[in-house]
């Protein structure tokens, strides 16, 4: 990648990053999910590959769209599609829903004194042993600059315990080394359960939306965080 390539990059990543830092606290509440645009001239997202880059492949472009930036996970508009999705079918078929969302600690400080080049690796490693992590069915998000979401499906709260405690503890046990230098990493989990809605006479069972579940987990996390990290909070399980 050219020089120039890697500058629009930086910049479109820059771009993004200030959309997702507006607020110092986790900006995802019940009722509150933001949504992230970029007018189409400052972003690859909507380009035109023959304008863009004429060597691009539709393949690149589809990953592009798809795909976050800087780890190897779906970005959060289509991260948040699936889980809509998933959401819809485990209630049409009363079927439990989990919800994870891992945000490593302490990202902020390591920006600022070691730089956004180290932190987006130690975002990248963290990512891939999440990945490892997981199952083949589960699918992982990048949420935030420092947080990723995992949609358990078919997984009750039991199982969503011990896929957030494999989690957290690989990683605890896991070490970064960037150029020479080692880093530790920890997580904060935030979880919510959707047990499933059994069918009525009217029609099958209205659950709770999109923005229940991930506000619920949101909130979670964000009472992890405040408690100083590295563990699992669990939201009340959901059953509206």
């Known amino acids: 990648m050219s020089e120039e390539k890697k500058a629009k990059e930086a910049e479109f990543y820059r771009r993004i ?5 507006k607020n110092n606290q986790f900006p995802w509440t ?5 949504i992230f645009e970029l007018p189409r001239e400052q972003t690859k997202l909507y380009g035109d590959s023959e304008v863009e880059d004429s060597a691009m492949s539709a393949d690149e472009l589809e990953r592009r769209v798809l795909m976050d930036l800087v780890a190897p996970t779906y970005n959060f508009r289509t991260f948040y599609k699936r889980l809509n999705y998933e959401l819809k079918r485990a209630n049409r ?3 439990s829903l989990s919800l994870l969302i891992v945000a490593v600690d302490g990202l902020d400080d390591i920006l600022k004194s070691r730089g956004m080049e180290v932190r987006d690796n130690i975002v990248a490693a963290s990512a891939a ?4 992590s997981i199952r083949d069915i589960d699918l992982i998000g990048r949420c935030r600059e420092d947080a990723f979401g995992i949609i358990l499906p078919e ?3 039991s199982g969503a315990e011990v896929a957030a405690e494999r989690i957290r503890t690989r990683l605890e046990h896991y070490e970064v080394v960037i150029k020479g230098r080692s880093y530790l990493v920890t997580v904060s989990i935030g979880v919510s359960c959707f047990a499933g809605r059994p069918l009525v006479e009217s029609g099958f069972g209205q659950g709770p939306s999109v ?10 996390v964000m009472i992890r965080m405040k408690a100083g990290g590295n563990g699992i909070s669990f939201a009340d399980e959901i059953d509206l």
């Open 155 to 157: 997984t009750p709260r």
């Open 30 to 34: 019940t009722g509150e999910i933001p």
């Open 93 to 95: 078929y009363d079927r």
């Open 17 to 21: 990053a200030e959309l997702r830092s």
């Open 211 to 220: 923005e229940d579940v991930f506000g619920c987990a949101a909130n979670a």
């Open 129 to 132: 042993v999440m990945l490892t």
